[in-house]
């Protein structure tokens, strides 16, 4: 029907038809980009209603062509005023759930509608900055329509009618008959006469099978993603022509509002902020974790990362699934928000029947994941062994549940095998978030001490140093701060007296046994002021741990230490949580290459501890630029042990290879797992390797086993922490044998 103009009926219209809207399909006003070629027009289109949510529906048409980068799918946004429930806003979150009902606009999925509206590219205002748009329709007036009142596929030679509303009393009708066209005011039920007739509805609607997605999406970044919006992608311009088959989320724009189905989905993050996310275990996809969700990798190098877009968020409030939960077909339709893609998902079947279309969606497990929590645990140390692990224990305090502390030490005892030494990030103060000038963290601590013996009759003692009030980040008024556990009867503090909240570490000289000795310990790492501003500051202390030698092979074949069967070693543990990645642009947003927030701040922090760290190392203990008295190490005497570990708030490849590079360190988590299983943390459907130990590389040879214990990651009852535990184990007696 090409040059045929339509007229419009606005809303609340009184005076004259002279405004006439444009009467699309949504393939059109969709494009060939992620910006609408129609935005800020006046339009008029026709669909099937598949989807409600509480501030509008979605619409779909029959596919009006074959276009790979057209989506014929549309969401229309229902603003405040024509809605027919409205949540109750008065601020009481046990009233949130409330409705109030009045007049207004009601649609139903199934029926067939003729929308009229305006274009928009909505953004969360939250999220604008770097963030993709979701293409919506801003509703004027909406109409049921019927076979009767629809053109179907005619021609501009045949004779049709196209109904546009009611104005005062008055239909109004659109209509070409020979060719001639003319305005009609009917004030009667007389329908005119149409030339062509079809049926439009709900079965003309078939859900696409989430089969094309890309399984790989890939990009060169600048050198540590430090360029900040370095490169806007094309795809973000109006006049940038999508590509589905390359791009994920070019492929996700192109179904942008239709309805798809997810034939066998696999739940790729447990339930957060109200969201999940699958992905398809029928299709082919990268970077497989044993339990079944998706790893992101980076290449050590290139910095080429891919980020899974096959991973896709399912919306909605659930809860009880876990990571590698397969789940029955999940049909919705797709949307974009908070910086990601995801589908709406609809309750029953498409198209829907009469008794469920006010039902909610609720995902049904058919098989639990098969990879049981317990097989990562990590094994206890022998007695020729020591152990060390770290558990970021998220916001931990007086006022945390008492169940958090069982958990935790559940997780010290049975799942890291009751370390020797263990570092503990986001330990608040006495009255956690209470802003009430408390710095201490004694109360905190012994809880978590107390919870431990209860549960394995392990005794471990605590040494920390407070932060100034507000100076170190984190949930205001909780001060957190890291530190130290350690088991009191193979571990103990080196000499040393305690540091302050500000003094920054240095080694003074060295013991008579050769070990550097620290201005304080425990000390934390403070300078430069600039680069741990408002940040956790680094914890550094010197321990030693006594371990027994006695020979446990009857055929004696192996002898160690004649002289003694214990062994003592000195190990100084750095214990870290870097800036956090706040202000990173979304993977799935307008800049490409995205901005790793905070990634400038967190390598200055590292160069920092690197500094402090390096006049550790057993090669600069006897070199020039070595302070104090430059004493050989005692020759029965294995050289100390340089540790740091925690959270890091980045990648391996990114930043904590070449730190540990710097500092003669091996990062031992990459050295004993495959690429896939590496990850302590899960955002957006990938799983991440944040947190890391490092350590020595002299000593990282004699590391035996090490595990990221998977307690928190996978399981939706967890609420202990965001973050998983992991630890290594060390042979002392091979160490003993190859070294002295």
Not at 556 to 575: A, F, H, P
């Amino acid at each position: 029907m090409k040059g045929i103009s339509y007229l419009f009926v606005f809303f609340g219209f009184t005076s004259s038809l002279s405004t006439t809207p444009h009467v699309k399909t949504i393939a059109a006003i969709q494009g060939h980009g992620h910006i609408s070629p129609h935005e800020h027009e006046h339009v008029t289109i026709k669909g099937v209603v598949t989807l409600n949510r509480t501030n509008g529906f979605f619409v779909q048409e029959e596919p009006t062509d074959a276009d790979p980068k057209t989506s014929h799918g549309i969401y229309v946004y229902v603003p405040r005023h024509l809605r027919t429930t409205v949540y109750l806003e008065d601020g009481n979150q046990e009233d949130f759930d409330a409705w109030k009902e009045r007049d207004g606009i009601t649609v139903e999925p199934g029926m067939f509608v003729q929308v009229h509206g305006t274009v928009k590219e909505f953004t969360l205002w939250r999220w604008s900055e770097g963030s993709l748009s979701l293409t919506e329709i801003v509703l004027d007036s909406v109409e049921e329509i019927s076979a009767s009142q629809d053109d179907g596929g005619c021609s501009e030679d045949d004779d049709w009618v196209e109904w546009m509303g009611t104005v005062d009393g008055v239909r109004i009708f659109m209509s070409n008959f020979n060719g001639s066209e003319t305005v009609d005011r009917i004030q009667d039920d007389t329908r005119p006469r149409i030339a062509k007739k079809r049926t439009s509805g709900p079965n003309d609607i078939k859900p696409l099978r989430l089969s094309d997605l890309p399984t790989r999406i890939t990009f060169l970044p600048n050198p540590f993603f430090m360029a900040p919006h370095s490169v806007m992608i094309p795809s973000a311009l109006p006049e940038y022509n999508i590509i589905p088959s390359v791009r994920g989320m070019d492929y996700m724009e192109s179904i942008e509002g239709m309805l798809i189905t997810i034939a066998r989905p696999i739940v790729t993050q447990k339930p957060s902020r109200n969201n999940f996310w699958v992905r398809d275990a029928s299709l082919p996809s990268t970077s497989v974790n044993k339990r079944g969700g998706l790893t992101l990798e980076i290449e050590e190098g290139s910095g080429i990362c891919d980020t899974n877009p096959e991973t896709v968020k399912v919306i909605g409030n659930f809860k009880g699934l876990n990571v590698g939960d397969v789940l029955e077909e999940i049909t919705g339709a797709v949307t974009y928000e908070y910086g990601s893609y995801g589908i709406v998902p609809m309750p029953g079947t498409w198209p829907p029947q009469s008794d469920s279309k006010r039902e909610k969606f609720v995902p049904k497990v058919v098989e639990r994941a098969a990879v049981s929590v317990e097989s990562t645990y990590l094994r206890s140390a022998e007695p020729h062994e020591f152990s060390i692990a770290h558990y970021n224990i998220e916001n931990c305090s007086p006022l945390s549940p008492p169940s958090k502390f069982a958990e935790i030490a559940r997780h010290v005892i049975d799942g890291l095998g009751a370390p020797d030494l263990l570092n503990l990030n986001e330990v608040q103060d006495d009255d956690g978030p209470d802003d009430t000038g408390t710095v201490s963290a004694d109360k905190t601590l012994g809880l978590i001490v107390d919870a431990i013996e209860q549960h394995g009759k392990v005794k471990y003692r605590n040494v920390y140093l407070s932060p100034q009030d507000h100076k170190d980040g984190g949930q205001p008024g909780g001060n957190i701060r890291n530190a130290f556990l350690y088991k009191s009867s193979r571990v103990t503090l080196a000499p040393g007296t305690p540091g302050d909240s500000t003094t920054n570490a240095k080694v003074t000289g060295f013991d008579d046994e050769g070990y550097p000795m620290l201005n304080h310990n425990p000390v934390r790492i403070t300078e430069p002021v600039d680069a741990f501003l408002r940040t956790r500051k680094p914890l550094l202390a010197g321990f030693d741990v006594t371990v027994s030698l006695a020979e446990d092979d009857a055929s004696g074949e192996v002898e160690v230490n004649k002289d003694k069967e214990l062994q003592s070693i000195r190990v100084y543990m750095t214990s870290v949580h870097l800036s956090s990645k706040r202000g990173s642009d979304p993977m799935n947003g307008s800049y490409q290459p995205p901005e790793n927030g905070g990634f400038t701040k967190r390598r200055g922090q590292a160069a920092a501890v690197s500094d402090v760290l390096n006049t550790l190392t057993p090669s600069k203990i006897n070199s020039p630029s070595s302070p104090g008295p430059h004493k050989s190490p005692n020759p029965q005497q294995l050289k100390p042990i340089v540790v740091t570990l925690g959270d890091f708030n980045e990648f391996h490849e990114l930043l904590v290879h070449p730190f540990a590079t710097r500092t003669h360190l091996t990062n031992l988590i990459p050295a004993l797992l495959p690429r896939t299983e590496r990850y302590s943390y899960v955002y957006d459907g990938n799983s991440q390797e944040i947190d890391h130990i490092c350590m020595s590389d002299w000593a990282a040879r004699y590391v035996k086993t090490g595990k990221v214990v998977h307690v928190n990651t996978w399981w939706d009852e967890s609420e202990t922490s965001d973050h998983d535990p992991m630890g290594v184990v060390v042979d002392v007696r091979e160490m003993v044998i190859k070294e002295l």
